[in-house]
């Protein structure tokens, strides 16, 4: 008896030794809680991946936990030591920022406490563009350019954007506008910067490179963030020469569509991630045009290189447009959502004739520079808006969708008259196309109506009767 009792001592004082060293040792851990502001549109960040890394251990390794909805997180069971805190998320994936990281000491026993934040728009605009003081209601627009061909930078390449800017004259009560340019050249890395570029309305930008411009895009820099970061490309067949341009703004040649060995696939949805079957699917200034099937998909293809411009037209929905990235022999895939979904008005139209005004029929027959849109040419293209006719013009470009849509004269990068029947200064899509008896577009002075004589150009809607 004395033996068993002595065993059962020994096998204790093995155990105590043995199996329960390491449990006590395992007690010896910290725990690290903490939070994740999103500083830019003041809320919780929710889902985001947050990393712990040991730091000035032989071996270094992370933990990742995931944030909850409330933007909180938590790592157990932590040794004792120095950390480095960070996080991930698209938005700053799409800013090409890290993110910031932070040195958090985990000691054993109560808990060590960080908390983390996507840096203000402040604070994005001072990292994009160090050293300049923006003015309020401006950001930035970065990124780099490259050969559509082999992916290379491109030295010498000049981004340039336009846009508008609305005033208002309190003493005389009316709305004025003034439009503004800026350009910035790529350096040896191919990387471009434009500072002072307003945010929260439309950009126009377009990239040259000697005698070759690429397409026209719209972008728009967010005025909570400040900053946006787009890549941009030139290809052999997706650019027009400067000579061409010009010969299609002086009216003696037509700019042929761009074509190409590219393809584009995708996939698109509304706002509640339905897809939409039935959608018109195509790249400006190209011939190809999709339609989505009962799935939502789509393919393009004979498409040039570089960046290009996709635009998606669905009955009952604001045009969808934005650049693609394309390249010769190679296909590209996008994930649309249309967004803003309009609702269409029942419309009655009774017009006692088919002809048009006499006046429109005579500066028709008479017109040298005018282009000129039938009632006939209007029904017979289908267009949602007015700006879907003149977007087809080489002069113009439209900048904006619906009623604040506006037309931009790509040669003095200026807004022409646009003129309802006999009164000028409208929106360019106050009228529907199922109203419209006939349009006149005229690029410059030459030929327009003297009455509504504007060095931007003249535009003359006329309503039916």
Not at 129 to 141: D, F, H, M, S, Y
Request: overall charge neutral; proline content about 5%; charged content about 20%.
């Amino acid at each position: 008896m004395r033996s068993i009792s002595r065993l059962l001592r020994l096998a204790l004082s093995s155990l105590s030794a043995g199996a329960l060293a390491p449990a006590l040792l395992g007690a010896q851990v910290g725990r690290l809680e903490g939070t994740i502001t999103d500083s830019v549109h003041l809320a919780p960040l929710a889902g985001v991946a947050v990393s712990a890394t040991r730091l000035g251990a032989e071996r270094e390794t992370t933990l990742v936990v995931a944030a909850d909805e409330n933007g909180r997180f938590r790592f157990d069971s932590l040794d004792p030591g120095e950390y480095g805190v960070g996080f991930t998320s698209p938005f700053l994936d799409s800013l090409e920022y890290g993110g910031p990281v932070r040195r958090v000491a985990v000691t054993a026993g109560p808990a060590s406490h960080v908390a983390l934040a996507v840096p203000s728009g402040q604070t994005l605009r001072a990292l994009a563009c160090p050293g300049a003081a923006l003015p309020t209601g401006t950001g930035a627009l970065m990124g780099v350019v490259t050969n559509a061909a082999d992916d290379q930078p491109l030295r010498g390449a000049r981004v340039a954007a336009m846009w508008t800017e609305l005033s208002f004259d309190a003493t005389m009560r009316r709305v004025s506008t003034a439009e503004h340019s800026g350009a910035a050249l790529t350096d040896s890395l191919g990387q471009y910067r434009l500072c002072g570029v307003p945010t929260d309305s439309w950009l126009l930008v377009q990239v040259q490179h000697h005698d070759r411009v690429g397409a026209a895009f719209q972008l728009l820099i967010g005025d909570a963030t400040g900053v946006l970061v787009k890549h941009l490309s030139l290809g052999d067949d997706g650019v027009r020469s400067l000579s061409s341009i010009a010969d299609a703004e002086a009216g003696s040649a037509r700019l042929p569509s761009l074509a190409g060995t590219a393809s584009l696939a995708g996939v698109v949805r509304n706002s509640g991630g339905r897809v939409v079957a039935g959608a018109q699917v195509r790249v400006v200034s190209t011939d190809p045009v999709a339609r989505t099937d009962r799935n939502g998909y789509f393919t393009l293809a004979g498409l040039p290189s570089g960046t290009q411009e996709l635009e998606v037209r669905e009955l009952g929905s604001t045009i969808f447009r934005q650049p693609v990235e394309l390249r010769s022999g190679r296909t590209a895939r996008e994930e649309i959502t249309l967004r803003h979904t309009v609702s269409l008005d029942t419309m009655r139209t009774t017009a006692s004739t088919r002809s048009m005004y006499e006046r429109f029929e005579s500066n028709r027959r008479h017109s040298i520079n005018g282009t000129f849109f039938s009632q006939e040419d209007v029904e017979r293209r289908h267009p949602l808006e007015v700006s879907d006719l003149l977007n087809t013009l080489p002069w113009f470009r439209v900048v904006g969708q619906g009623h604040g849509a506006r037309l931009m004269n790509l040669r003095g990068g200026c807004y022409p008259n646009i003129v309802v029947d006999y009164k000028e200064g409208q929106d360019l899509n106050s009228i529907p196309p199922a109203l419209i008896a006939g349009i006149e577009v005229y690029p410059t002075t030459n030929g327009a109506p003297a009455e509504y004589t504007n060095l931007c150009g003249v535009v003359r809607i006329w309503v039916k009767r």
